[in-house]
T-cell receptor, first 114, second 115 residues
Framework: SQQGEEDPQALSIQEGENATMNCSYKTSINNLQWYRQNSGRGLVHLILIRSNEREKHSGRLRVTLDTSKKSSSLLITASRAADTASYFCATFEGYGGATNKLIFGTGTLLAVQP | ETGVTQTPRHLVMGMTNKKSLKCEQH?????MYWYKQSAKKPLELMFV???????ENNSVPSRFSPECPNSSHLFLHLHTLQPEDSALYLC??????????????FGQGTRLTVV
C-alpha cells in the first residue's frame, strides 16, 4: 500500500537555489526516511528522522517532521547540478515484530539547471 | 557501492521463459526486500524476509517466487511473466525489522523487459 505522497511531483530550479520537497503520510510511523535515486539506479539513503524528532540536518540537507500534520519536508540548500535526481520519502510502519515494513512515496523529480 | 549486488543488471525474457534474479548483501543484515518500480508508479513492496523467513507477501502473483536460502542471498524466480511485469526490480537490505531505526541499502536493480 502506498503511504507517502511527495509534493511537488517535479521541480526545476537553477543552480545555487534552494529546493524544498514535501511528503505527507497517512498512518502512525516509527520513523521517516528520505532517499535519492538517480535515473534507473538504486536508491541511496539520505537521512532518517525519528517520530520524536522535529528537525534534522545533514550537510546541505534539512529535514523537518510534523507528526500532528503527518508531513515532512526536505530542504536542499545551494543546489548543484549533481543534485538532479528523484527524491523519495519512506515511512517505517510498525513498532516491532514481523509486520514492519518500509513504504515509499511517489517521489519528486528534481532538475537543477546549471 | 552500497554492499548490495544485484544480477543481472538487464534482462529480456519471453513470456514462456523461466529466469531468476539474484541479490547478495555483504553487510551482515538480517532483513531483505524485493521492490518493483514501474514507470510513473511508486515503489511497490513485494516481499520481505527476516532471518531467512518470509514475513510479508504483498499480494504478489504466483508467477513471482522468492527464495532466501541464507541471510546474505535473495532470489526472485520468474516464470510465465506478462509484458506489464516489465519494470526495475530492486533488492534492499536492512539491519533488522524489529525497530526500523536503520536505513535500507539498495542494489542497482535489474531492468526487466518481458517481450
Amino acid at each position: 500500500s502506498q503511504q507517502g505522497e511527495e509534493d511537488p511531483q517535479a521541480l526545476s530550479i537553477q543552480e545555487g537555489e534552494n529546493a524544498t520537497m514535501n511528503c505527507s503520510y497517512k498512518t502512525s510511523i516509527n520513523n521517516l526516511q528520505w532517499y535519492r535515486q538517480n535515473s534507473g539506479r538504486g536508491l541511496v539513503h539520505l537521512i532518517l528522522i525519528r517520530s520524536n524528532e522535529r528537525e534534522k540536518h545533514s550537510g546541505r540537507l534539512r529535514v523537518t517532521l510534523d507528526t500532528s500534520k503527518k508531513s515532512s519536508s526536505l530542504l536542499i540548500t545551494a543546489s548543484r547540478a549533481a543534485d538532479t535526481a528523484s527524491y523519495f520519502c519512506a515511512t517505517f510502519e510498525g513498532y516491532g515484530g514481523a509486520t514492519n515494513k518500509l513504504i515509499f512515496g511517489t517521489g519528486t523529480l528534481l532538475a537543477v539547471q546549471p | 557501492e552500497t554492499g548490495v549486488t544485484q544480477t543481472p543488471r538487464h534482462l529480456v525474457m519471453g513470456m514462456t521463459n523461466k529466469k531468476s534474479l539474484k541479490c547478495e548483501q555483504h553487510l551482515g543484515h538480517n532483513a531483505m526486500y524485493w521492490y518493483k518500480q514501474s514507470a510513473k508508479k511508486p515503489l511497490e513492496l513485494m516481499f520481505v524476509y527476516s532471518l531467512e523467513e518470509r514475513v510479508e507477501n504483498n499480494s504478489v502473483p504466483s508467477r513471482f517466487s522468492p527464495e532466501c536460502p541464507n541471510s546474505s542471498h535473495l532470489f526472485l524466480h520468474l516464470h510465465t511473466l506478462q509484458p506489464e511485469d516489465s519494470a526495475l526490480y530492486l533488492c534492499a537490505s536492512s539491519q533488522d525489522l524489529a525497530t526500523g531505526n536503520t536505513e535500507a541499502f539498495f542494489g542497482q536493480g535489474t531492468r526487466l523487459t518481458v517481450v
